[in-house]
């Protein structure tokens, strides 16, 4: 069965560095995700992405967040100057109609 | 503001007893509802689906209902056993658009006794 693929799988991180979190989405999805999860509470939507831009971003996604497809198959977070606050599991997926296929995610630690 | 939630927080059940978990939202324009489960370290795995043109849909061991009137999901679970002890949310797409963001309930986590 398909997967979307995320790496790495826990990434620890000094406070004020950047991250790049990495997905590779289901080959033939056209439209991709990012989500996160603050320990212990719900899954929130950051943004999503269709045809080469974003098609829609929450709140949360401020500029301090960017997204990126540099290839046919890599669908790119990057965390700039990332803040305590900012530790989560973030969740990529992927969907081509109804149904998003979710990724195991990435445990993102700030210390 | 729009919310999805879930009544209650944790479930006990016995193994191979039926599992009932509810969600309520408040979106009344919601045309898409979905279960995922969460395994501890892992990612939402989609459940069941079910339209806002529909009440019930059935799969596999699961049935999912929606009721539109008073705004409530439900998702039940038949014969449960213990590899269905999970997390499970319920989330809704409040866009008409298929490819919109979901937005989740907290959460409720299902433990099996065996």
């Known amino acids: 069965e398909p997967e979307v693929t995320q790496t790495p799988s826990h990434q620890v991180t000094q406070m004020g560095q950047e991250v790049i979190l990495r997905c590779v989405p289901i080959s033939n999805h056209l439209y991709f995700y990012w989500y996160r999860q603050i320990l212990g509470q719900k899954v929130e939507f950051l943004v999503s992405?269709?045809?080469?831009?974003?098609?829609?971003k929450s709140e949360i996604f401020d500029d301090q967040f960017s997204v990126e497809r540099p290839d046919g198959s890599n669908f790119t977070l990057k965390i700039r100057s990332t803040k305590l606050e900012d530790s989560a599991m973030y969740f990529c997926?992927?969907?081509?109609?109804?149904?998003?296929?979710f990724g195991s995610g990435t445990r993102l630690t700030v210390v | 503001g729009e919310s999805v939630g879930l009544h209650l927080p944790t479930l006990s059940v016995q193994e191979g007893d039926n599992s009932i978990i509810n969600c309520a939202y408040s979106?009344?324009?919601?045309?898409?509802f979905i279960w995922y489960k969460q395994e501890s370290g892992k990612g939402p795995q989609f459940i069941i689906d079910i339209r806002s043109n529909m009440d019930k849909r059935q799969g596999q061991r699961v049935t999912v209902l929606l009721n539109k009137t008073v705004k409530h999901l439900s998702l039940q679970i038949a014969a449960t056993q213990p590899g269905d002890s999970a997390v499970y949310f319920c989330a809704e797409n409040p866009d008409t658009g298929a490819n919109s963001k979901l937005t989740f309930g907290k959460g409720i986590t299902l433990s099996v006794r065996p």
């Open positions: 979106n009344s324009a919601s045309d898409y």
């Open positions: 992405f269709y045809n080469n831009e974003i098609s829609e």
């Open positions: 997926a992927s969907s081509l109609l109804y149904g998003y296929t």
